[in-house]
């Protein structure tokens, strides 16, 4: 949790491919509308979209780049594998699942933008059909996540003190008969979350074209072994010492 809490601290481990940076997420955490599900927090630049008053949904995600400066490597991938929704209650002051599941309910290839599908995947599964491996690539990135679940709610409003998204990646061979080289790789994983006012909502009940936001975490380098990108969003009264006092979610994955 300490490492959680310092990675929302810190900027991104490499810079993202094919994005000029200007600030936000494109260079670090970015928070939107936080652990508010509610459309007082939907920020001003957002208004081509319909404002619902609460957004009872939230959905899970996650981005691989490839660093600005050059990733040679041409038969590696970043394999994902254990993505996980956690919610921390207002009512309980505990921390529960929301969602953990193994593979990407949904993925595709996309316009380092994050907002342009390119209507094409953005990996494939592995050889074993033991999960995903997402290839960026110099025109794409990837993009994916898990599927919308709802928000505890009471008649107060959202249950809800903060929201934790993990995403599990390492890299991997893409082709296992061909040459490893997975030591001149140089990808990294956003994790990120977004609310919709209900259960299946799209873009399209949105009335926009992309999604305001929940907020997003730190690009973590994926490496051989397992690692973890993770966004924590906290209502601004919760401090980081109180969350460290509160016994931490216990990962599936």
Do not use: C
């Amino acid at each position: 949790m300490r490492r959680i809490i310092d990675d929302m601290q810190h900027p991104h481990d490499f810079p993202l491919h094919g994005i000029e940076a200007k600030g936000g997420w494109h260079v670090g955490p970015f928070v939107v509308m936080g652990a508010e599900p509610y459309g007082r927090a939907l920020p001003k630049w957002w208004r081509e979209g319909t404002r619902f008053d609460e957004w009872h949904s939230v959905a899970g995600w996650f981005t691989v780049y490839l660093d600005a400066r050059g990733s040679p490597a041409t038969n590696t991938g970043v394999e994902i594998n254990g993505l996980e929704l956690w919610v921390l209650r207002r009512s309980t002051r505990r921390w529960g699942s929301l969602r953990a599941q193994r593979y990407p309910a949904w993925q595709g290839a996309y316009r380092p933008n994050a907002v342009d599908s390119l209507r094409k995947s953005g990996g494939r599964k592995r050889a074993d059909d033991d999960g995903f491996i997402a290839i960026p690539t110099a025109g794409s990135m990837v993009h994916g996540g898990a599927k919308q679940v709802e928000l505890p709610w009471t008649p107060d409003g959202a249950d809800m003190l903060a929201l934790l998204v993990s995403i599990r990646h390492r890299l991997v061979a893409i082709d296992p008969q061909l040459p490893d080289d997975r030591s001149m790789a140089r990808m990294g994983v956003i994790a990120g979350a977004d609310y919709y006012p209900w259960v299946g909502a799209g873009l399209a009940d949105l009335q926009a074209k992309y999604n305001p936001g929940a907020g997003s975490g730190r690009l973590i380098q994926s490496g051989p072994d397992w690692n973890y990108s993770t966004v924590l969003l906290r209502l601004p009264g919760l401090t980081a010492e109180e969350l460290l006092q509160l016994p931490p979610p216990k990962f599936v994955y």
